[in-house]
């Protein structure tokens, strides 16, 4: 991937931040929830407690599962 590439993703990274509401429902207990987290398997809203795919019976669990490690800067 060359620079141009590395902008693009850097910019539709910014844009993607933004897109998400200051309110929103857990799509699992219903909760209205201030700055949901956003699960990227099933592109739901869920409330602290089920955050996680498989707090919140993830439709996409399996990819969650078998996902690449991750390093630590995923955090919010
Ligand atoms: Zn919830
Ligand atoms: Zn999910």
């Given at each position: 991937?060359?620079?141009?590439?590395?902008?693009?993703?850097?910019?539709?990274?910014?844009?993607?931040?933004?897109?998400?509401?200051?309110?929103?429902?857990?799509a699992?207990?219903?909760?209205?929830?201030?700055?949901?987290?956003?699960?990227e398997?099933?592109?739901?809203?869920?409330?602290?407690?089920?955050?996680?795919?498989?707090?919140?019976?993830?439709?996409?669990?399996?990819?969650?599962?078998?996902?690449?490690?991750?390093?630590?800067?995923?955090?919010?």
């Amino acid at each position: 991937m060359g620079i141009t590439g590395r902008i693009r993703a850097f910019f539709s990274g910014l844009f993607k931040k933004k897109e998400h509401p200051l309110y929103a429902t857990c799509a699992f207990c219903g909760e209205r929830v201030y700055l949901p987290f956003h699960c990227e398997y099933c592109n739901k809203y869920f409330c602290d407690t089920h955050r996680l795919p498989f707090n919140h019976d993830c439709t996409n669990i399996d990819a969650w599962k078998h996902r690449p490690a991750a390093p630590a800067r995923n955090r919010r």
